[in-house]
T-cell receptor
C-alpha cells in the first residue's frame, strides 16, 4: 500500500497523559499536513511541513502540541498533558507541493484519540 | 474570517437518481477547489478538483460546477449508488494558503 499511513488507528488515554501519533506520507511527497476533525465537522488545519521545515502552525495548535518531521519523511504529532477537548480524529495528509494552488492532498485514515 | 460552507447537512436520494451537493465559499482569492468523500472511520478521499479558470469539470459519474460570480461550487453525482453514501466535503485554497474545509454534507442513498 503506497498511501498515507497513520499509527495507531485508535488511542485511548487518560487526561494528563502524553500521546504521540505517527504519519508516513506517500513516498516523494515533500509536503505533510496535520489536520484535526471532530464529529460532524470538516477537518481543521493544524500545521504543515515542507520537507523537514515546519512552515505554518494554526492557532489551534496550543503549546501542548508539537509536531516534527526530522528527516523530511515520516512525521510525529505529540500532545502533552492531554485534555478531554483533545478528543478528535487526527488526520495526516501529504502532497507533492509546489507553488501553485493546484495541490491535491492525500489523506490517511487518521488516528482517533479519546481522552477519558 | 474566510470560510467554506455547505447549504444542506443531509441529503437523502433514491438509488439511481442524481445527487447535487452545494457549497458556498467566501474567499475571493481562492483559485482551487476540491471535493472529498469521507466514509465512516476513514480519511477523506479525493473525488475531483477544479481550478478557478474553469467552470465545469467531469469525472467518472461526477461533475463539479464552479460559479465564481456567486462563489458557489456544486458536486453532481450521476446514478447514485449505495456506495456513494458518505459525507462529502468541499475545500478551497488560495495560493500560498492551506486547504480549508467546509462542514460536510451527509448523503444517504435509499434502496
Amino acid at each position: 500500500d503506497t498511501g498515507v499511513s497513520q499509527n495507531p488507528r485508535h488511542k485511548i488515554t487518560k487526561r494528563g497523559q502524553n500521546v504521540t501519533f505517527r504519519c508516513d506520507p506517500i513516498s516523494e511527497h515533500n509536503r505533510l499536513y496535520w489536520y484535526r476533525q471532530t464529529l460532524g465537522q470538516g477537518p481543521e488545519f493544524l500545521t504543515y511541513f515542507q520537507n523537514e521545515a515546519q512552515l505554518e502552525k494554526s492557532r489551534l495548535l496550543s503549546d501542548r502540541f508539537s509536531a516534527e518531521r526530522p528527516k523530511g519523511s515520516f512525521s510525529t504529532l505529540e500532545i502533552q498533558r492531554t485534555e478531554q477537548g483533545d478528543s478528535a480524529m487526527y488526520l495526516c495528509a501529504s502532497s507533492l507541493g509546489g507553488t501553485s494552488s493546484n495541490e491535491k492532498l492525500f489523506f490517511g485514515s487518521g488516528t482517533q484519540l479519546s481522552v477519558l | 474570517g474566510e470560510s467554506v460552507g455547505l447549504h444542506l447537512p443531509t441529503l437523502s436520494v433514491q438509488e439511481g437518481d442524481n445527487s447535487i451537493i452545494n457549497c458556498a465559499y467566501s474567499n475571493s482569492a481562492s483559485d482551487y477547489f476540491i471535493w472529498y468523500k469521507q466514509e465512516s472511520g476513514k480519511g477523506p478521499q479525493f473525488i475531483i478538483d477544479i481550478r478557478s479558470n474553469m467552470d465545469k469539470r467531469q469525472g467518472q459519474r461526477v461533475t463539479v460546477l464552479l460559479n465564481k460570480t456567486v462563489k458557489h461550487l456544486s458536486l453532481q453525482i450521476a446514478a447514485t449508488q449505495p456506495g456513494d453514501s458518505a459525507v462529502y466535503f468541499c475545500a478551497d485554497k488560495a495560493a500560498g494558503n492551506k486547504l480549508t474545509f467546509g462542514g460536510g454534507t451527509r448523503v444517504l442513498v435509499k434502496p
